[in-house]
């Protein structure tokens, strides 16, 4: 058994190159950007208008000039136009490039129009109402960091520079894998002794939610059955997601067999709650991770969270930041295991405050559904205050 610290830095060492797709611009939500990307012109294009009204030039003001001739309109969408006579006035509309000859813009709320003469009701500084060439970014500047996650803004920025195609981060082929004899499918009736799967289809969604879509398998309690399976699977996937079979029961012989099948064991047994027996191996030849959850499904759960999210992260290169929230009770770890306690976390005075929520073990599914992630908590002789700051792993 090995320290919880230790484990996980040993996990995230085991952290791979997935390589980088090109994939359409609108598919990208949620991936990692892995190029920069630059401004392919200047932001805004043009000395672009930002009131409806109209555009003057301003020493036709300064000169004594009360009443402008509107001579024409540029609306957006428009080639730039000009302004004919000096002491006139083009009505603008917001978007529209600003005329030549003219360097300042009056909004329609100022103005009296009687048909085409144009009075200005409110003092007036040049150059106002203009969004200038250049002035949010100029061209070839980067705006979009390697590393970025993608969301709705920035497809929108891609959008506007006309990045149709992206290079991102490449997702891991992953394979979620459940054992156990007790189990029967979702649609299935299990039988007094059975139960249903629950842990690879959680596993399978909370991929999803990466993108990632994760192949799965049931691989029964015999040595031959796991052999086979995950031989394949180890030739197939960047990375296996295996619960349970890895405690100290008769028929837990995940171990066992990924020795056999020359699989690299980084460690087995960790000194945390829930999640002990967790097995963490590396396949060298197929450049296979393997993390081996027990099956409890908070288990499975809490480490998927605790350990695959950050080496996915790492394999990334997307920087792990620790979130902290404050402890609503005071609790004590007089045990020596690193704990992860199941919380439910809400704003207050500006801060997130964690409250433990009840739950009957790793083996209580249903108190998933009650917390929205985990405090972790290293064992000490003094108790955790209210107020604490502690470190939390969200699971939504
Ligand atoms: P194990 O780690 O194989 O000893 O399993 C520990 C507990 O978790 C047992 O009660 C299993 O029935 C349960 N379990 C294992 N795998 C799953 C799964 N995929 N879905 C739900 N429960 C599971
Ligand atoms: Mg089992």
Redesign the pocket.
Known sequence: MIPFKEAYDKVLSYSMNLGVEKVNLMNSSGRILAEDIKADRDFPPFNRVTKDGIAISYAALANGVTKFRMEGIASAGMPQQCLKDENACLEVMTGAVLPLKTDTVIMYEHLTIEDEWVVINKAVTQGQNIHYQGSDTSQGTVILKKGHVIGPAEIGVMASVGADKINVQALPRVCTI???D??VNVNETPEPHQ?R????ITLQVALSKLGIVASALHLKDDKTTIRKGLENALQENDVLLL?????M?KF?FIPEVMDVLGVEKVFHRVAQRPGK?FWFGFHEDHNTAIFSF????VSTFANYHIYFLPWLKTSWNVPIQNTFVRLVEELQINLPLTRFIQVRTRWKDGALHATPVSENGS?D?TSLVKSDGFICLEPRKAIYKVGELVIFVPTR
């Open positions: 459940s054992t156990g007790e189990l139960i799967k629950s842990n690879s619960s349970g079979g890895v405690s029961g837990d027996p027990p099956g409890n499904p083996g599914l």
